[in-house]
C-alpha cells in the first residue's frame, strides 16, 4: 500500500496534525505563551546580581528561543 500525502509531495486528503493545531489556534496561544514566559524570564534575570556583559548576551539570545524567524 502506497503512503500518500505531502511526504509524497501530493496534497493530503486531509490536513495534518500541525494544520489542525494551527487551524484551532494552539499555535498562537502557544506563541503567546512562550512570550510571557519569556518576558518573566527576563524580569528574573534583570533582579538578580549578573555582569552587564553576561546578562546582555544572555537577553540577546531569549528571542531566538521563541521566534525561530529571526
Do not use: K, N, W
Not at 505531502?6 to 494551527?22: I, K
Not at 487551524?23 to 538578580?48: C, F, K, P, Y
Not at 548576551?57 to 528571542?63: F, N, Q, T, Y
Request: charged share 25%.
Amino acid at each position: 500500500m502506497a503512503v500518500e500525502g505531502r511526504c509524497a509531495g501530493r496534497p493530503a486528503p486531509y490536513p495534518t496534525s500541525a494544520e489542525l493545531v494551527e487551524e484551532a489556534g494552539g499555535r498562537s496561544a502557544t506563541l503567546a505563551e512562550a512570550h510571557l514566559q519569556m518576558d518573566s524570564t527576563r524580569r528574573s534575570l534583570e533582579s538578580v546580581p549578573l555582569a552587564p556583559a553576561a546578562l546582555g548576551e544572555i537577553l540577546a539570545l531569549l528571542p531566538f528561543l521563541v521566534d525561530r524567524t529571526r
